[in-house]
């Protein structure tokens, strides 16, 4: 079997070349577009309206325009129930809720994000050349965003932290600091899967290159949901590589880590606090953690009260003072990196399950946590028809849903995790990630 995640070699055969990047056109776009700085607030339904959110809809207009030019039935029955699952919670929350007005962009949302963009993704893909296309650019993608945190960092030209303007958040600035280091932990995740699936060879000391790579960017965001997120997604692939090799590789890293962080000080003080904060989380939480452990109170409130069809989407803000406690702040501060003194208003739980378990009740829960576990029990059943896809597909997958324990839509980024649940679509449910 040819190795599905080989750095693409020069063939002579141009005219290939050209039709396989144009049909792939739309979606690198919308990769290449999340470079562009870009503004927005974490309002729990990711209305920002980017330029990397246009191209996601001209990504979907496309798709949908070679579907009717082929006449063809675009998508199988299992595909069409999986990725339309969520269609059912977001409508009857919509119609069920208090103002069903308010709710219509949030439908629009949440149907781009986890319907369209994904099925687009899906069709758009068509062989295992065509993912790996898609993830390599997914890695620079990680690849320039931690860069450019790096510097950032070394510069202190950064997002506020602890008073100093050293946060690495790449091109989304101090609003969306989860963006960043969203992006690298896919990029990483990815080149984890690669490097553990391929064979020994130049695709496997690229992919182990641009992981160490990533690896100062991702600390330097000090985003402890994100390293939370990464360990957990790579220890998986590592032990579906193999106990043995999971033992091998867990000594090597954390002997970068050391390397790292104690040798060359990469932000050692403060990446250690951060790192020990991680176990205080319950017994001595910071302003951040109350806040966050004070919504997600909130959030069971308001499912407790509407628990089959939740208070309606976008319904959080509107319920989030008359379900919360005093504990709750008025909002956080941002600044740095180019911006001003921000005080953000905390408008979602920052925990997607409670966020739909609120908004949108068990129903549209189960809708839609039920069309994802469906990827991800198929995605590794498959496993053995491919290492490096299956590796890669479910690494991604699997760091977008422990991630979503500690984060909801939200900010620039979030597009992009709709190009990833397209990617772990296109090999949990296509014949062509079976072959």
């Known amino acids: 079997m040819a190795t599905a995640l080989t750095v693409p070699a020069v063939?002579?055969?141009v005219r290939d070349l050209l039709r396989r990047a144009g049909v792939l056109s739309p979606v690198l776009a919308v990769l290449a577009l999340l470079l562009v700085p870009g503004g927005g607030s974490r309002d729990g339904?990711?209305?920002t309206g980017t330029v990397a959110d246009a191209a996601s809809g001209l990504l979907v207009l496309v798709c949908l325009v070679r579907?009717?030019?082929?006449?063809?039935r675009p998508l199988t029955r299992?595909?069409?129930v999986v990725l339309g699952l969520p269609v059912l919670g977001v409508c009857l929350a919509s119609v069920t809720s208090a103002d069903p007005a308010a709710s219509l962009p949030g439908v629009a949302r949440y149907l781009q994000l986890f319907v369209l963009v994904p099925a687009a993704v899906l069709l758009t893909v068509r062989d295992r050349r065509d993912f790996a296309v898609v993830v390599w650019a997914l890695v620079g993608l990680a690849l320039l965003q931690g860069a450019v945190g790096v510097v950032q960092y070394l510069t202190g030209t950064g997002a506020s932290y602890q008073g100093e303007d050293i946060r690495a958040v790449?091109?989304?600035?101090p609003v969306d600091v989860m963006g960043m280091a969203t992006v690298v932990s896919y990029g990483l995740v990815a080149v984890t899967g690669i490097a553990l699936g391929s064979r020994a060879g130049r695709t496997r000391t690229a992919a182990l290159c641009c992981g160490a790579l990533l690896v100062v960017?991702?600390?330097?965001?000090?985003s402890r949901g994100a390293w939370i997120a990464t360990v957990l997604a790579c220890g998986a692939q590592l032990l579906l590589s193999g106990p043995a090799r999971a033992v091998r590789v867990a000594l090597a890293a954390g002997a970068l880590g050391v390397v790292l962080v104690g040798g060359l000080g990469i932000g050692s003080a403060m990446v250690e606090e951060r790192a020990a904060s991680i176990t205080r989380v319950a017994d001595a939480p910071d302003q951040s953690v109350t806040d966050r452990y004070t919504m997600w109170a909130a959030a069971g409130r308001m499912w407790r009260a509407e628990p089959v069809t939740g208070v309606g989407l976008k319904g959080f803000p509107a319920y989030r003072d008359s379900n919360a406690s005093i504990a709750l702040s008025s909002g956080s501060d941002t600044a740095g990196a180019g911006a001003g003194y921000v005080r953000q208003p905390l408008l979602s739980p920052h925990n997607m399950y409670l966020l739909v378990l609120s908004e949108q009740g068990l129903l549209g829960l189960l809708a839609l946590t039920g069309g994802w576990l469906v990827l991800l029990v198929r995605g590794l059943r498959r496993r053995r028809s491919g290492a490096e896809c299956a590796l890669v597909a479910t690494g991604l997958l699997a760091w977008q849903l422990v991630d979503f324990a500690y984060a909801d839509i939200g900010g620039p980024s979030t597009v992009l995790m709709s190009v990833v649940l397209g990617l772990a679509a296109w090999w949990a449910l296509t014949e062509a990630g079976s072959a």
């Open 78 to 80: 299992t595909a069409a």
């Open 11 to 13: 063939t002579p055969d």
């Open 67 to 72: 579907v009717v030019r082929g006449g063809h």
């Open 45 to 47: 339904t990711g209305g």
């Open 217 to 222: 960017p991702l600390v330097l965001s000090f």
């Open 170 to 173: 790449g091109t989304f600035g």
